[in-house]
């Protein structure tokens, strides 16, 4: 199962990907997103807690302006594309 990190404040993202069988995990700081398939922030900063480093290895999806079904989609290809 691809484990999804999700910025704390989507939490509607957060219930959608759970309902689509994702291992969702709440991203409070950096830390929080290692060993994730794939990231989703708000978009409002451009670095969102330093996770744009390019230490981590998971894709980053900026959800601002897409809804929560349009950013299932895009976890989806996302993780297709690793496995």
């Keep these: ?8 404040s989507l939490t509607n993202i957060q219930e959608a990907l759970r309902e ?12 929080d997103a290692k060993n994730v ?6 978009g409002l900063e451009s670095n969102v807690m330093g996770i744009s480093d390019t230490s981590l ?19 989806e290809s996302k993780v ?3 496995q």
Excluded: H, Y
């Design 1 to 8: 199962m691809s484990k999804i990190g999700v910025e704390e």
């Design 57 to 75: 290895k998971a894709s980053i999806i900026e959800a601002n302006g897409l809804t929560a079904d349009e950013v299932c989609q895009e976890v």
């Design 20 to 31: 689509k069988g994702f291992d969702v995990v709440e991203i409070k700081q950096e830390a």
């Design 80 to 82: 297709n594309l690793i």
């Design 37 to 42: 398939d794939c990231c989703v922030v708000t």
